[in-house]
């Protein structure tokens, strides 16, 4: 099997492919997804359960709902997504228990950072109300970890100016999604 890092862009090709009706990588991406999705469930699927079942299922499901696949997001985590829910469905019809821990359950086929890519989309939606600039320091300064010199320099601002802006912007989105801002000195 190839390496997790050749994975993503692979089947996300594929799948981009298989979306524009070309059969031939889409056949391509279910070959491929079926081999990682039956890995998948021969260590998570406990006995009475079959793997082989769970990997028709997981694939119909790909394929009834490749129109929701969000093509600037990676694919392997909307597939691991199916999956893992098509693994607690039959969990719960068989009312099994896994074979391991639920922490590991996020270790499908999702290449090492594809959690982080998840949380960077959602940080993205979250901020997408705010004004570009706004959205610009916040990343900068809470994100990447400039300090408030080094944000201020970079976006031609008073540190004063970006504390502000980060704070305001910090307080919408708190209002906005019910959270509080943490105050730094």
């Known amino acids: 099997m190839a390496a997790l890092d050749d994975i993503e862009p692979r089947l996300r090709v594929l799948m981009l492919a298989g979306l524009a009706g070309e059969a031939g990588p889409y056949r391509r991406l279910l070959d491929e997804l079926s081999g990682l999705l039956r890995a998948y469930y021969a260590r998570r699927a406990p006995p009475g359960i079959d793997a082989e079942d769970l990997v028709q299922e997981t694939l119909i499901a790909v394929h009834t709902r490749r129109a929701t696949y969000d093509a600037g997001q990676p694919f ?110």
Do not use: C, N
């Not at 922490?103 to 570009?132: H, N, T, Y």
């Not at 400039?146 to 031609?156: D, M, P, Y």
């Open 76 to 185: 392997t985590a909307w597939a691991y997504a199916i999956a893992r829910y098509k693994l607690i469905d039959a969990l719960r019809r068989g009312r099994a228990h896994l074979r391991a821990p639920a922490e590991e359950a996020d270790a499908l086929f999702v290449p090492a950072g594809a959690e982080a890519a998840m949380a960077a989309r959602d940080l993205e939606r979250v901020m997408a109300s705010l004004p570009a600039r706004t959205r610009e320091l916040i990343r900068d300064v809470k994100v990447v970890g400039l300090s408030t010199r080094e944000a201020a320099q970079k976006h031609g601002m008073s540190e004063t100016a970006v504390k502000v802006a980060v704070h305001r912007g910090l307080k919408s989105l708190g209002g906005k999604y019910g959270g509080s801002i943490a105050h730094e000195d």
